[in-house]
């Protein structure tokens, strides 16, 4: 009778308060009841970790696999949807991936060229020398960068316009010029965009967006206070865990006061004009100086804190209500990863080309 009402109090502490909606974890804060958090943290990690492995078979660059990758993708997308991510962060974080996977592309697309059935660009960037002499369109890249910097006291967006003007002149006109010499360096570059090379392309874009996905929901879901409930469960030893939920407690703490800071730097007006790009990094910069003496306080407090409840390394542990019991929801789990498992080394696993025998019967 004693147990049972053990366990009831401990389902009761469990709860959130009243009104309660979000809790922070380990990346902004997340819904108390998004489903993807009522799985086991251990059995949460391993089906992401199942899942990335798979991601990764299916990216490979000589047996690309997008059907296997789309499929995966939604996977993770589902599980990112199920995290209870805020919806406005959530869409902050595509934005952010966005530029990423554009550029994931681009580099794959163009500076991995892939032969295939059909080239579509073919384009020598690169001879193999280097021109030494003087051309016009050094002179229109200098007064470019010189008219944008006077006009706007602006100079990185002024060189990156001036550089793609000077290539796009130098590619469609024959612009005058006059060489000294020509040294060898390195050697001949050409762009080449066949049709397996986009396919490549694509399908790394795929995968590893699903990779991001996932990632980030376990992050989501993951709070330091179920990370020490399941390290205690492992039965890890105390200095272990002391030391890891210090290092958790630390970074959360200092996630708040880094807001703190640039609540107090908002307050001072600090965006009242616009900024260049580099301004805006001189202004994290300088929240470094104040943050690393707050951790430095904190870390003092912390101590302090330790040494007057008399707490040893070598004491025995106390009731600890965040650990999770082990649900039949994460066994079924774990058949999952042994199955993600098989389809990774199984060396027939690829979507793509059994949906291409199947149409081709």
Known sequence: ?????????????????????????????????????????????????????????????????????????????????????????????????IPALCSLFTTWALFNPVPGKTTLVLWPIYSGQLALGLALWQAIWLVIVVGYFLWTRKLAAGILVATVVALLLSHFFTLPELVFARVPFFHPLTVLISDRGLLVAVTKVIGYSGMVLSTIALVVTGRDAELIGTL?????????????????????????????????????????RPKSFIRHLRDLASIAVPLVAMMVRRSSEIGDALLARGYRLNQPNTDFYETSPWQPIDWIILVICVGLLYLTFSPNFNLTSIFQSFHWL
């Open 232 to 272: 205690r469960q492992l039965r890890l030893p105390q200095p272990v865990i002391f030391f890891l939920s210090t290092v958790f407690r630390a970074l959360d703490l200092a996630l708040a006061d880094y807001e703190t800071i640039r609540q107090a730097q908002i307050a001072r007006a600090i965006n009242a």
């Open 1 to 97: 009778m004693s147990s049972n009402n053990s366990v009831a109090h401990d389902m009761l502490f469990l709860q959130p308060p009243p009104g309660k909606r979000y809790v922070r974890s380990f990346l902004f804060s997340r819904r108390i009841d998004a489903p993807f958090a009522q799985v086991h943290l251990v059995a949460r990690t391993i089906l992401i970790l199942s899942l990335s492995v798979v991601q990764l078979r299916t990216i490979d660059t000589l047996s690309p696999d997008p059907v296997g990758a789309a499929l995966l993708w939604l996977a993770s997308a589902l599980l990112f949807l199920t995290s209870g991510m805020n919806t406005r962060v959530a869409r902050l974080y595509f934005l952010l991936t």
